[in-house]
C-alpha cells in the first residue's frame, strides 16, 4: 500500500524544499551546527590537498559530512524531546546524551581519519 501525497518531480520540490528548512532552522537555532557546516567548509578543501587519492579524498570528505549529518539528527531529537516539555525525565535526558554521545563519535572518527591519512602521507 503506498503513501499518499505527491509523486515524481512534485514529490522531489516538497522534499527539497523541507530539507531547505531542516538546514535553516538548524543554522538559525543551533550553534554546534554552525560551527561543524563552518568547519566542513574549510575542511573540504583540505580533504582534497591532503588525499592523494580519490579514495583518500572520499573518506576525508565522507567523515566530516558524517559530523553535520548527525549534528542535524542530535538536533532533531533534541527538538523533539523539547516539544515534550521542560520537565526533567530520566529518558528524555538519556536521549539527548545518547544523541550527544552519536555527535561525540563522529568527531573522533574525524580525527582518526585525518590523522591516519595525515601520517601515512607525512609520517
Request: aromatic content about 8%; glycine content about 8%.
Amino acid at each position: 500500500m503506498s503513501k499518499p501525497g505527491k509523486t515524481g518531480i512534485a514529490r522531489i520540490i516538497d522534499a527539497g524544499t523541507y530539507s531547505y528548512k531542516g538546514i535553516r532552522a538548524a543554522w538559525i537555532n543551533e550553534a554546534a551546527f554552525r560551527q561543524e557546516l563552518c568547519l566542513l567548509l574549510i575542511m573540504a578543501p583540505a580533504a582534497l590537498w591532503l588525499g592523494q587519492n580519490a579514495t583518500e579524498q572520499a573518506i576525508l570528505l565522507a567523515s566530516c559530512f558524517v559530523v553535520v549529518i548527525v549534528e542535524l539528527l542530535n538536533s532533531a531529537i533534541e527538538a523533539a524531546i523539547d516539544r515534550i516539555g521542560p520537565e526533567h525525565h530520566e529518558l528524555s535526558g538519556r536521549a539527548k546524551d545518547m544523541g550527544s554521545a552519536a555527535v561525540f563519535f563522529s568527531l573522533a572518527l574525524v580525527v582518526v581519519c585525518w590523522s591516519l591519512i595525515a601520517w601515512q602521507r607525512f609520517g
